[in-house]
């Protein structure tokens, strides 16, 4: 099996210009991330996808394997469905490159259910993990995640949800950024994209698999213990430099 390993990075960004760009610590937050990456075994190749020459400058002076790729694309995913049409590949995994934290070991677990079970059929991943600090719980970045009891994907949303009415017992879990999809649930996610744009319910939460969920696919999600901080504002950075600094992370 065949396994490439994409790392969607845009310049541009409504909330925090220049983001993948960030240094911390020393290194600059995308080269974090595919560092990071590059530590799974199972992964033939890590490319990072950009629209943009300074993120492709800085990636080639750190030996970064990158891909330029159009500024029309809408998401990441639509990104990494370029990537595979010039990459022949049996499994593409998404890694966000706003996740500086991200475990190896985590990383890993989005492709598991691939390995241990080759006729799956599974055609999509996702992670998430236990909401464990109240700020994320109301943060608006941070896309909650509602699942069935088999893990399977009902719906995410960037409000507190489920609303505990009859149970205040709950636990909160949000998506961890890393995704795997087989060709064909990529080629679906592109294609729906060029014919309709956004889904609905995508367009209205901006929450990229959604677009899976709505259309009917089957979004298995594996519960992962992280410590990863998303970062989609300048103070989402400097709790991860905190992290950094407070660890003693290289």
């Not at 890590?46 to 800085?58: E, G, K, L, N, P």
């Not at 998404?94 to 080759?118: C, H, K, M, W, Y």
């Not at 089957?218 to 901080?229: A, F, G, L, P």
């Amino acid at each position: 099996m065949k396994i490439i390993a994409v790392i969607p990075a845009r310049y541009e960004s409504s909330r925090f210009q220049g983001k993948p760009l960030a240094e911390i610590c020393g290194k600059l937050m995308i080269e974090r991330v595919y560092l990071q990456a590059k530590q799974v075994k199972e992964f033939d190749e890590v490319y990072v996808a950009t629209d943009d020459d300074r993120i492709m400058s800085a990636c080639q002076e750190r030996n970064i394997p990158c891909i330029m790729t159009s500024t029309s694309h809408r998401t990441g995913t639509d990104r990494i469905g370029e990537v595979a049409e010039k990459i022949p590949a049996d499994l593409y995994v998404n890694i966000q490159g706003d996740e500086p934290l991200i475990e190896p070991s985590t990383i890993r677990t989005a492709i598991l259910p691939f390995l241990e079970n080759p006729n799956t059929d599974i055609q999509v991943t996702n992670l998430m993990t236990e909401i464990k600090e109240p700020v994320d719980l109301i943060n608006f970045t941070v896309p909650k995640v509602l699942t069935a009891k088999d893990g399977r994907g009902i719906f995410l949303t960037r409000a507190a949800a489920p609303f505990p009415k009859g149970n205040i017992d709950v636990k909160y879990y949000k998506q961890v950024c890393v995704y795997g999809f087989t060709p064909q649930a990529l080629k679906f996610y592109c294609d729906y994209g060029k014919q309709y744009g956004k889904a609905k319910l995508e367009s209205v939460e901006d929450i990229e698999i959604l677009r899976f969920i709505e259309n009917g696919y089957r979004v298995q999600y594996i519960e992962v213990d992280s410590e990863t901080i998303a970062v989609d504002t300048p103070n989402d950075l400097k709790r991860v430099i905190e992290f950094v600094q407070t660890n003693g992370l290289q």
